[in-house]
């Protein structure tokens, strides 16, 4: 009992860390709105709303990989400069959304095209900031069945994958280059500063399978060797390290015990 009132007051003190810095205490996202992104680099110059991308039905499909590496996307919202231009040509959105490919036994719409007498309205199905749009899936009926966790989407992605639930498409014909896979290292410990807190335990297994390598480095950890990159938990909490993707994506930073799952020995 004792230690999980502890945790439960480091949670507030590391979240307390962010709301100094900024002043506002930031709300949580509901469930289906967990790492939804507007992409507003171009839209509102030619007229059009901003584009509303949900990141949980694409995760549901393809691995983080494939889109920030193969696909080129950024890992922060309105820094890859997509161009309708650029879908049309079939890089970006346009690399599956062409009307060709098929993904679970669904062709996926054409996205970016001159060619339909419908254009406006088909622009909506990405276009949708401030607008009412019927949505190809619906969140909750989706992921009805998979397992569930407290924060973020509230959906436990990596056992989805783990019990097949979910299989993320890694590899497309004619972008991805095909890769021999490499040995991962064994999971291992990072040992915490906070007096009461427990260590981390990383698994670089559990990464791979979404992100490979090349998400993670070296952009974000330069070295691949333990240790020869520093980084705290403030700097993670202002988005960066491990904060790229745990403060926006992947399950969030006030979720702990996801990470902090080794007792400190006294």
């Not at 339909?116 to 009926?141: I, L, M, N, W």
């Not at 959906?155 to 299989?167: F, Q, R, S, T």
């Not at 399978?209 to 480095?217: A, D």
Request: aromatic share 10%; proline share 4%; hydrophobic share 35%.
């Amino acid at each position: 009992m004792k230690k999980s009132v502890l945790i439960f007051c480091l949670v507030f003190i590391c979240a307390g860390i962010v709301w100094a810095q900024s002043g506002v205490k930031k709300k949580r996202p509901l469930p289906h709105d967990y790492g939804k992104v507007v992409i507003s680099n171009y839209s509102e110059r030619a007229g059009l709303a901003p584009v509303v991308f949900d990141h949980w039905v694409h995760r549901a499909k393809f691995t983080c990989r494939l889109c920030h590496v193969d696909l080129a996307f950024g890992m922060k919202t309105n820094t890859t400069g997509i161009k309708a231009a650029d879908n049309m040509k079939g890089y970006y959105c346009g690399s599956c959304h062409n009307g060709k490919m098929v993904v679970d036994n669904r062709t996926v719409f054409e996205a970016c095209t001159k060619n339909r007498p419908d254009d406006a309205k088909s622009c909506e199905r990405c276009h949708s900031q401030g607008k009412t749009v019927k949505k190809e899936y619906d969140f909750y009926a989706y992921t009805e069945k998979f397992p569930k966790e407290r924060f973020g989407n509230g959906i436990n992605w990596e056992k989805a994958e783990e019990d097949g639930i979910i299989k993320p498409i890694d590899y497309l014909e004619g972008i991805s280059i095909k890769r021999t896979g490499m040995v991962v290292q064994k999971d291992f410990t990072l040992d915490t500063k906070l007096k009461g807190m427990q260590n981390v335990i990383f698994s670089h297994r559990k990464h791979t399978v979404w992100n490979g390598c090349e998400v993670c480095h070296p952009e974000i950890f330069v070295g691949v060797k333990k240790g020869s990159t520093k980084y705290s938990m403030p700097e993670i909490f202002e988005g960066k390290f491990c904060g790229v993707c745990h403060t926006s994506v992947a399950f969030p930073l006030i979720d702990c015990q996801r990470c902090h799952t080794k007792p400190v020995q006294q």
